[in-house]
């Protein structure tokens, strides 16, 4: 069987942007593997490493003749590579991205598009729920989407043919692809993801202490409640800003349901404690490991 | 070599009495184990799989020439057993006991010994900070321990002999002892241990939604964040209404934290944020995985 895609052009060839190359060929779902990237040294290992056929610093280059061409840098500078580059992206390329937040990216992109004098309409926005708290092309691996989710997440003004298309390059790495609104999916991931990186960032703050001082009686349970705390500054920064609305509303909710338990423990309501704790535990035994 | 201890009586055979008892006898540390418990199903099984060498629901025959007496049960229940059964202790048996809660137990422990009419001031506090979110003597291993930190908690009127030897029984299972006054170990232990099962209870229950409809795209950092979730919900209401001065206190840390935050995104102040994250990340990295 032939490859299924002939020529991908990755943007950013970090952890996320690396790991895809190395599906792509490994599987060998694409015949070529651009990386684009403004760090020569790490393009020159992305090559070296097998995560890309070619790389190159020049964006030109690397759109031409694309059939797909992936944003893999962090979400804020999204839509400014988008729009600087535009005019280098062909009307047969179908262009997505990996951003963990969807609303204001997508809109942006659009408006963009529309903006352009040319509308080519060629962007459907993306998010594969894969990842690390590593970072960089070091961490990368080809079977970091293996498994994985990914939503797709189309407008009103989205071509059906190239949101068919961009689903079936998520599920050429490995992926199950789910479609959803930006601003649902914006919303959903604040709770499951952004929010849970947040407590995790607050814990490691809150008990610098305690880690500084008394390491060795921290155990598993603050580990593995602070791993994803190690995650990157820029990374993070940038989707918390850019999912500003939903992050404070969840923050709010969270402050309210600290509220509703300190006031049962102040109580000593051990009945309504125990119901509390079970109902999660209940949950939580109801996902996988 | 000889076994360090003669005969070590473990009150309560589930996953951390069971686990104690394999670890004993695994070692060869103790020469005799004997588990005494209510169920005697559960006590059966400690027999036949290795947990102990002598089951009991008798606390007269089980504490009878234990070197040492090992409480093994939710922290509320741990003063209630002793004062039942404290005319079962000999003299020379030294106590301890598992509970993730101090200061209470402890002064209530050493109430309960001087009101006896024969103070025999044999009681030392412990806890061995290893353990998981399962439960009962099926998923007890011999391992639990190694390599663990075990805080004993001695007050002034602690005997300095019955310390050391208390630190010697952690150490002869693969723990490091370390020693704390009961309100230092409450007031730690709250912030690395209480604390973070507490938001892992409420991230699941604030994502109630999310995990029954949308189990899919939850990945692999909010199941780390609500891993401990999944923990019993009698230890857990016991630990927190035991421990209720400390975890009161740092949930109204955690309000302050979640506003702080809550500030500096919807300032959109970048630098700060990255600042926060970066810091977050740093204090991370310095523990191990």
């Given at each position: 069987m032939g490859a299924k895609f002939g020529k991908v052009a990755i943007v950013g060839m970090g952890l996320m942007g690396g790991s895809l190359g190395r599906a792509l060929l490994k599987s060998k779902a694409a015949k070529e593997v651009t990386g684009i990237g403004r760090n020569e040294k790490k393009l020159a290992f992305a090559l070296k490493s097998g995560a890309a056929t070619e790389v190159t610093t020049d964006y030109e280059a690397g759109f031409l003749d694309a059939d797909i061409i992936v944003f893999g840098v962090p979400v804020r500078d999204i839509p400014g590579l988008f729009r600087k580059n535009y005019g280098f992206m062909g009307s047969r390329s179908v262009v997505t991205d990996m951003g963990s937040v969807k609303e204001t990216i997508v809109s942006e992109i659009?408006?963009?598009?529309?903006?352009?004098?040319?509308?080519?309409?060629?962007?459907?926005?993306?998010?594969?729920?894969?990842?690390?708290?590593?970072?960089?092309?070091?961490?990368?691996?080809?079977?970091?989407?293996?498994?994985?989710?990914?939503?797709?997440?189309?407008?009103?003004?989205?071509?059906?043919?190239?949101?068919?298309?961009?689903?079936?390059?998520?599920?050429?790495?490995?992926?199950?692809?789910?479609?959803?609104?930006?601003?649902?999916?914006?919303?959903?991931?604040?709770?499951?993801?952004h929010l849970p990186h947040l407590l995790a960032f607050l814990l490691s703050n809150m008990e610098a202490p305690a880690i500084r001082k008394n390491s060795v009686i921290i155990g598993r349970g603050f580990k593995d409640m602070t791993r994803i705390g190690a995650s990157n500054e820029k990374i993070w920064s940038g989707i918390f800003l850019e999912n500003k609305k939903a992050i404070t509303g969840d923050i709010d909710r969270t402050i309210a349901e600290l509220e509703k338990i300190r006031k049962i423990i102040r109580a000593s309501d051990e009945n309504k404690l125990k119901k509390y704790i079970r109902n999660a535990r209940k949950l939580r035994e109801s996902l996988n490991k």
């Open positions: 659009e408006k963009i598009e529309k903006g352009s004098g040319i509308d080519r309409n060629i962007f459907v926005g993306s998010h594969p729920m894969v990842g690390s708290e590593k970072t960089g092309i070091a961490n990368s691996s080809a079977g970091l989407y293996e498994g994985g989710t990914c939503i797709v997440t189309p407008t009103s003004r989205t071509d059906k043919k190239k949101e068919a298309y961009v689903r079936s390059f998520w599920e050429s790495v490995g992926m199950k692809a789910v479609t959803m609104t930006p601003a649902a999916h914006d919303e959903k991931i604040s709770g499951i993801s």
